[in-house]
């Protein structure tokens, strides 16, 4: 059965913290992404990676950068948390291109 | 770069009744249109999707339609069951925005007793 986990369900931190967002999926897959989920915008892109050290931009890629040291794991990094990144994060992985994504539960992140 | 409008934002059906939501894109050029599911407290999960050669795909209850003059296509779910309660999105991939999908707003469904 196919698994993509994401380190925290919840998280709570503080302004100008640095944020640390795990995914890991045990699929063998290429591709990952990171996705911010707010309500009445549905899924906003913000990175995503088709191999181990390649990452491309999102549409939303401000105020982010990722890492992905290894095939199976995408690491989402907010370098100085602020308020308007209170939101959910939605982490994919996928076989080919963008096609048939499978996706981890997410974290809610809040920032105050 | 690519844009995906949905409608509705919310729908509330009887049991029993169809459901239809409708997602419209503006690239001429884009070749795959799936749809997502997001139950609660869920990540989004494929059911279905639908390639720029084809009009029409079912898959049980569910079943989607692409009209590409117009550049719309559409989730038709028939005999709505409680458990078809959910978050709704569609998704394009487009031709000159990369490797990546764009979604849709989402539409909340609701299927009552």
């Known amino acids: 059965d196919v698994k993509v986990t994401q380190s925290s369900r919840y998280l709570v931190k503080r302004t100008g913290e640095k944020v640390f967002l795990e995914c890991v999926q045990d699929m063998d897959h290429e591709n990952m992404f990171w996705y911010r989920q707010d309500p009445g915008l549905g899924l906003r892109l913000i990175y995503f990676?088709?191999?181990?050290?390649?990452?491309e931009k999102g549409d939303i890629p401000e105020g982010y950068s990722v890492s992905r040291e290894k095939k199976e794991r995408f690491s989402l990094i907010l370098e100085s948390a602020s308020t308007n990144q209170t939101s959910m994060y939605l982490c994919?992985?996928?076989?080919?291109?963008?096609?048939?994504?499978?996706f981890g539960p997410g974290t809610r992140l809040l920032v105050l | 770069g690519e844009n995906v409008e949905q409608h509705p934002s919310t729908l509330s059906v009887q049991e029993g009744d169809s459901a239809v939501i409708k997602c419209t894109y503006s690239d001429s050029a884009s070749n795959y249109f799936p749809w997502y599911k997001q139950e609660l407290g869920k990540g989004p999960q494929l059911i279905i999707d639908?390639?720029?050669?084809?009009g029409e795909k079912k898959d049980q209850r569910i079943a989607v339609t692409l009209n590409k003059t117009a550049k719309h296509f559409s989730l038709h779910i028939t005999e709505t069951q409680p458990e078809d309660s959910a978050v709704y999105f569609c998704?394009?991939?487009?031709?000159?925005?990369?490797?990546?999908?764009?979604f849709g707003t989402g539409t909340q469904l609701k299927v009552e007793l």
């Open positions: 639908i390639r720029s050669n084809v």
């Open positions: 990676s088709y191999d181990v050290k390649m990452k």
């Open positions: 998704a394009e991939k487009g031709s000159g925005g990369g490797n990546k999908l764009t």
């Open positions: 994919a992985s996928s076989k080919q291109g963008p096609e048939t994504q499978y």
